[in-house]
């Protein structure tokens, strides 16, 4: 697992002299998969944790000891790539040398360019990869507001694949695809129900997300990658895992799983590690945004044979 890659020790004695420290470092891990496995360590490591979304992406990690001895940690945790992470952090007041020594070794472990060996759940599996191009940023027009969500292109003619919560009132749909292109788009299909929808444009694709290869049938802990468009940022993938069996909520079974879902990235694909898919994100929870709501195969394949029969 990851988290190995993170040493947990246990906070040592308060060095008074030592009254603060920073550093910053890239590591080659997206900015999610990077945010869990700080929070993760720090929590472990006798940290009371507090997360707070900044601008552009980056996220502040404040990190206080649960005995109140006037430290705090700061870590930012930014992109400097889709694929990779940079973490600056400061570190105030009287500094445990200890804890900071492992936390360094950790960062270090993983930056870019490192000498170290990367564990392989670190890395994204090429077949997920190369799902990327196939992804599409969708913005709907309505009653003069625009709301943006993502889809997938599934077939070689232009047709996608998105949810359709963000379609109940639109005016004019913009699809852009993995390549920058804006195409006009028509929605030919839109369940409400099932949270489906399919919008066609005018493109033509050599590949495209083969959804008869997909896999219904999942295991807990299973790993799973989504790649969308989380506020319009194209191409954005995020991992976590399958958290529990499928639950009934409202009229919809959908998987649960500790997978950061931000604005914009409701009706992204999900894969597994060999790149098959699996599902498509319906939303997060309201309160945790790393707690996301996975549409499974099954809801997907019944919608599109509804389409294609008619």
Request: glycine share 12%.
């Amino acid at each position: 697992m990851l988290l190995l890659l993170w040493p947990v020790m246990p906070v040592g004695a308060v060095v008074p002299e030592t009254e603060g420290i920073r550093w910053h470092v890239r590591v080659v891990r997206p900015v999610s998969e990077t945010l869990y496995e700080v929070m993760s360590w720090m929590a472990d490591s006798g940290l009371g944790v507090e997360k707070k979304d900044l601008q552009d992406g980056k996220v502040l990690v404040t990190g206080i000891p649960k005995e109140k001895n006037g430290q705090e940690w700061r870590v930012t945790v930014s992109p400097y790539s889709a694929l990779g992470s940079e973490v600056s952090v400061e570190i105030t007041g009287g500094v445990d040398e200890v804890l900071v020594a492992a936390m360094r070794s950790a960062l270090e472990s993983g930056k870019a360019g490192g000498t170290q060996d990367v564990s392989e759940t670190s890395v994204l599996p090429s077949p997920v990869l190369g799902q990327i191009e196939h992804v599409a940023c969708i913005h709907a027009e309505a009653a003069g507001r625009s709301v943006q969500f993502s889809g997938f292109f599934i077939d070689d003619e232009g047709l996608i694949l998105c949810t359709a919560h963000d379609l109940l009132e639109h005016e004019r749909v913009k699809v852009m695809s993995n390549t920058g292109l804006f195409y006009e788009g028509d929605v030919v299909k839109a369940d409400f129900e099932k949270d489906l929808a399919l919008i066609r444009v005018d493109a033509v694709k050599e590949e495209a997300v083969r959804v008869g290869e997909g896999r219904n049938l999942l295991v807990v802990g299973e790993r799973v990658y989504s790649i969308g468009c989380p506020m319009n940022m194209r191409g954005t993938i995020h991992t976590g895992f399958i958290n529990g069996p499928p639950r009934k909520i409202g009229e919809s079974f959908l998987w649960q799983a500790g997978i950061e879902v931000q604005p914009g990235g409701s009706g992204s694909p999900v894969f597994d590690i060999n790149g098959s898919l699996v599902g498509v994100v319906k939303g997060r929870h309201r309160e945790a945004g790393d707690l996301g709501f996975i549409l499974p195969l099954e809801a997907i394949v019944d919608f599109l044979q509804e389409y294609f029969d008619q």
